[in-house]
């Protein structure tokens, strides 16, 4: 069983940074896939970007080079660098892992406010 704890949400003024975490522990091995969703209010849950374990990064449309999606396999730990981050933003981010036995595990979320 793979677990998700991320971390590094806040409250940034429009144009700032935070960068996320997501550790992963447990049957690490299985997973093939890690991403970063993000669901705003009254919004359905969006792809921002993932990362396959060969190392391939793609994002989604929106997050136009601002964002970027890398990992440290030392601590088992991706992260979502976001630079010129927007009111729009705001959201609940999620860590999201895929397994090669074909499971999904969610981690609990982290939430990132952006004033404008």
């Known amino acids: 069983q793979v677990q998700l704890v991320e971390s590094g949400g806040g409250l940034v003024q429009a144009g700032g940074s935070l960068r996320l975490s997501c550790a992963a522990s447990?049957?690490?091995?299985?997973?093939?896939?890690m991403s970063w969703y993000r669901q705003a209010p009254g919004k359905e849950r969006e792809l921002v970007g993932g990362i396959t374990s060969n190392g391939l990064v793609d994002y989604g449309n929106f997050v136009k080079g601002r964002f970027t999606i890398f990992r440290n396999d030392d601590k088992n730990t991706m992260y979502l660098q976001m630079n010129s981050l927007k009111p729009e933003d705001t959201a609940e981010y999620y860590c999201?892992?895929?397994?090669?036995?074909?499971?999904?595990?969610w981690g609990q979320g982290t939430q990132v406010t952006v004033s404008s």
């Open positions: 999201n892992a895929n397994s090669w036995e074909g499971k999904e595990i």
């Open positions: 447990g049957s690490i091995r299985t997973i093939y896939a």
